[in-house]
């Protein structure tokens, strides 16, 4: 059976073999500094893949992985929380917040009233706070509604 | 007398109205951040650091508010450990063994008084001895070159990566991938980029607050929507609170030892607040015998893990503030906040900017009266507040960290990487990576780099002068103790059964 430390393992040997290649064009060093800028990332890198090899070859347990489901909506948060990141500067900080806490509160604790009462609650009482207590720059609505 | 001079200027900055005010909130939104399951005294201070940045306090201000929550979440973790048998962070873990089990017997107003002075009396003795020791240390610390401070930082990681894990291998990785995102961005002595790919915005690096506070904030939501927040606080309820004096006197050496031990447990790096309750609370068990009833709800189980975090917290300061090289998670984060001001922790810090130093322990002297009157009389107001559901409180906390990010940088960039190290703070939680090692990786790195190539250059590129003094052969033994040791040790101490926490950083 494959397991998820075996691999976790071999992503990070390809990553580290990546990050020594990269490492290995970079310049050697002069008298001034004479270890220069590759030395360093060089060891990391072999350090990194190192610790990984030891993962591959022994394995812990199998982590206790969530079912489908829940891996689904595991991703799901993550891709909204991607969306929610790029709204934010052109929608204004209320409606894209309202929805991103409301679907989070939503996937917590399955119940649709409380949920879209907090996304909305979160929204307004954060902005009040942040806006008007903390003194941040955010804009409320997109900028194009207010000039 | 030097110390008391220095106090005293130390009280001249703490003890302005403004600083004063900062001490309180911050004391309040700690304890707070600790009693609620889910947000602990690492990933509290961490969504709070933007902000507090984006507000444009002075460093002492800044610090004395996010110094005064680390002290606060501290205490309030006890509260959700005696009323509802979940640590409110790590460190609040050993608590539950007894505060559960008085709260049962209808003690809960006991146990929570109790406790509450304990962390009171680890918490002053600590910073006390913190006044103390840190000068000390701070003069020993000037014989450090490069060599040794190289020597230090692979000491810091090899015991935080040996206590933090039980696969050495996965603590070490941890430590590595910490180190190899430092490097991504310009390099500062020869100008070139590195492992950007070409993308600018990498060029500057990647921001140590964005890392901390995806993988230690944003990750929890990810853990609370796998397990649906099962863990919330339903049906607390807690009577009229008393003071058991004859109890409490009863305690007195057990809060005494435990402070002793604790701050011990704190300055040592990698150990921090987390095993500073445990070794107490089996100290006490062991003065105590069978007929002490630990684990049956007795005084003494809750005064010494609760007198040893408190102690710890303070002790952890000490590495941190005279040679930058944090013991803990939650003094990872410390140490990002005195980066982020632009104040760099070690033994000069004590010579250039005595007024931080000295107004810093002041602040916290005072913190801890500001918070036992919070934590005894006015326990109540923070029972209410741990009724916040889940669902409720989380969506919460992913927008305070996208507002702190966001507002720092303005930048969505950031915010992706915010969420991607939260995605990666919930798979190493998952596979059992620890997470604190690939901070302190990221806030090390450079530095850690860049001593290196100082000590290659001055000695003309021979290897051997890594090893050359007898402060760095000694550091280099201990590491190599402390990251060999606990995989031993880890026979014998076997931990008593608890309860699950949620929070894996401390």
Known sequence: MIRTDRIFGVVVILVALAYIASAYNLPPGNVFDKLGPKAFPIVIGIGMAICAAVMVLRPDAEPDWPGQKTLLSLAFATAMLIGYAYALKPMGFLAPTAIAAAVLSYQISPKRVPAILTGLGLSIGLFIIFKYALGLSLFALPRSLTG | ?506
């Open chain 2, 1 to 506: 007398m030097d110390l008391f001079s220095n106090l005293a200027l130390g009280f001249s900055i703490a003890l302005t109205p403004w600083t004063l005010i900062l001490a309180v909130i911050g004391c309040f939104l700690g304890t707070i951040i600790g009693a609620l399951p889910g947000l602990g005294p690492s990933n509290g201070v961490a969504i709070l650091i933007p902000i507090t940045f984006s507000m444009g306090l002075d460093a002492t201000a800044a610090l004395v508010l996010l110094t005064s929550v680390y002290y606060g979440a501290m205490y309030g973790g006890r509260i959700s450990s005696i009323l509802l048998n979940i640590p409110g962070d790590e460190p609040a873990m050993m608590t539950t063994l007894d505060g559960y089990p008085m709260a049962k017997q209808g003690r809960a107003g006991d146990a929570l008084v109790i406790s509450g002075v304990a962390s009171f009396v680890g918490a002053l003795l600590a910073t006390i001895a913190l006044a103390l020791v840190a000068p000390y240390l701070a003069r020993i610390a000037y014989k450090f070159g490069p060599a040794e401070y190289f020597a230090l930082y692979t000491l810091a990681f090899a015991t935080l990566g040996g206590m933090a894990s039980n696969n050495q291998a996965k603590a070490a990785l941890a430590s590595f991938i910490g180190l190899a995102i430092a490097l991504i961005g310009l390099d500062n002595n020869s100008g070139f980029a590195r492992f950007t790919g070409g993308n600018l915005h990498l060029s500057d690096g990647i921001d140590f607050l964005v890392a901390i506070v995806g993988l230690f904030a944003v990750s929890e939501v990810f853990i609370f929507i796998e397990t649906h927040g099962k863990s919330s606080a339903v049906g607390v309820k807690l009577g009229k609170v008393t003071v058991p004096w004859a109890e409490m006197w009863s305690t007195r050496w057990t809060m005494l030892r435990s402070s002793v031990v604790g701050f011990i447990a704190g300055v040592l790096p990698g150990a921090g607040a987390s095993l500073g309750s445990f070794m107490t609370y089996m100290m006490e068990k062991g003065i105590a015998g069978e007929k002490g009833g630990f684990g049956t709800g007795v005084a003494k189980g809750v005064a010494a893990p609760e007198a040893g975090n408190n102690a710890a917290a303070g002790g952890a300061l000490v590495p941190m503030l005279t040679l930058g090289v944090p013991g803990s998670g939650t003094t990872a984060v410390l140490l990002a906040v005195l980066m982020t001001l632009n104040i760099t922790p070690g033994p000069t810090l004590f010579a250039d900017r005595p007024d931080v130093i000295w107004g810093l322990i002041a602040a916290l002297l005072i913190a801890n009266f500001v918070l036992l009157l919070m934590n005894v009389p006015m326990v109540k107001i923070f029972v209410k507040i741990l009724m916040v559901p889940p669902a409720v409180l989380l969506p919460g906390v992913t927008m305070i960290s996208f507002v702190g990010i966001y507002s720092l940088s303005g930048s969505y960039f950031d915010l992706v990487l915010m969420i991607l190290f939260g995605v990666m703070g919930y798979v190493f939680r998952k596979m059992d990576i620890p997470t604190v090692p690939v901070i302190l990786g990221i806030l090390l790195g450079y530095q850690m780099e860049n001593n290196l190539r100082h000590a290659m250059t001055l000695s003309g590129g021979e290897w051997t002068y890594l090893f050359s003094s007898p402060i760095a052969i000694g550091l280099w033994i201990a590491a190599v103790l402390g990251f060999v040791a606990p995989m031993f040790l880890r026979g014998i101490l076997k931990k008593p059964p608890m309860p699950e926490t949620d929070s894996t950083v401390d």
